[in-house]
């Protein structure tokens, strides 16, 4: 059974309160922090050995897993950004990168997905 695509644009568009926002933050925490270490389970699989974020995005890259880790290495920064949002600014600077990380997380549900097992 494929996993079903995440849409998370009209969750995205209702986004108003800080409480919203708040939430939304602890979503993508909860989702980053799955994603990198699915990848480096997936890697330790395949005998390739990452620890960090970091690493692991560069081997996920190297074996196809991800397509840029540079994208991955944005997402890593805003996560780092949520462990101490103090002001609105710093909460802002992560929901805006939601449409990208969504449409990158969906893309490897699909490539985890579709791999033989």
Same mark, same amino acid.
């Given at each position: 059974?494929?996993?079903?695509?995440? &849409?998370?644009?009209?969750?995205?568009?209702?986004?108003?309160? &800080?409480? &919203?926002?708040?939430?939304? +933050?602890?979503?993508?925490?909860?989702?980053?922090?799955?994603? %990198?270490?699915?990848?480096?389970?997936?890697?330790?699989?395949?005998? $390739?050995?990452?620890?960090?974020?970091?690493? +692991?995005?560069?081997?996920?890259?190297?074996?196809?897993?991800?397509?840029?880790? =540079?994208? %991955?290495?944005?997402?890593?920064?805003?996560?780092?950004?949520?462990?101490?949002?103090?002001?609105?600014? =710093?909460?802002?600077? $992560? $929901?805006?990168?939601?449409? =990208?990380?969504?449409? =990158?997380?969906?893309?490897?549900? &699909?490539?985890?997905?579709?791999?033989?097992?």
């Amino acid at each position: 059974m494929k996993p079903q695509e995440i &849409d998370f644009e009209d969750y995205r568009q209702s986004i108003i309160t &800080d409480k &919203d926002k708040i939430a939304s +933050v602890k979503a993508f925490e909860f989702c980053y922090e799955l994603s %990198w270490k699915m990848m480096r389970r997936l890697l330790a699989g395949r005998g $390739v050995e990452a620890n960090s974020p970091r690493s +692991v995005f560069r081997e996920a890259a190297l074996s196809n897993i991800i397509n840029d880790p =540079e994208i %991955w290495f944005k997402f890593q920064e805003k996560r780092n950004i949520t462990a101490h949002v103090y002001n609105e600014q =710093e909460l802002n600077q $992560v $929901v805006a990168i939601f449409n =990208e990380f969504s449409q =990158e997380l969906n893309k490897l549900i &699909d490539t985890l997905s579709n791999l033989e097992i």
